[in-house]
């Protein structure tokens, strides 16, 4: 059974830094692409980066240059380094890996 797990999320400054993980259990991380996704408020789910291999990553534009995607093939675990947060980055951060979601994180970017 695939399950993915989140975590990393919380209360942040304008300006300040996140590190989001998403741990992949019952597969193997490397077989699949595997993306974060947020949804805000009042807004639909948007796409935000996504990551096949350490050389193709791929960002939305307003995260581009703030956000960094890694990955680590012996943990499973793919992360979302989150620097000069804004509030309007402000959203449930979810992972996706095949068909599968993980259960959200919330990241709240408020001074």
């Known amino acids: 059974q695939v399950q993915l797990v989140e975590s990393g999320g919380g209360l942040v400054q304008p300006g300040g830094s996140l590190t989001l993980s998403c741990a992949v259990f019952g597969g193997t991380l490397d077989t699949y692409a595997i993306g974060w996704f947020r949804r805000a408020p009042g807004k639909e789910r948007e796409k935000v980066s996504c990551t096949i291999s350490d050389d193709e990553t791929w960002y939305t534009d307003s995260v581009k240059g703030r956000f960094t995607i890694s990955r680590d093939s012996m943990k499973n675990t793919v992360y979302l380094q989150m620097n000069s947060l804004k509030p309007e980055d402000t959203a449930v951060y979810y992972c996706?890996?095949?068909?599968?979601w993980g259960q959200g994180t919330q990241v709240t970017v408020s001074s």
């Open positions: 996706r890996w095949s068909e599968y």
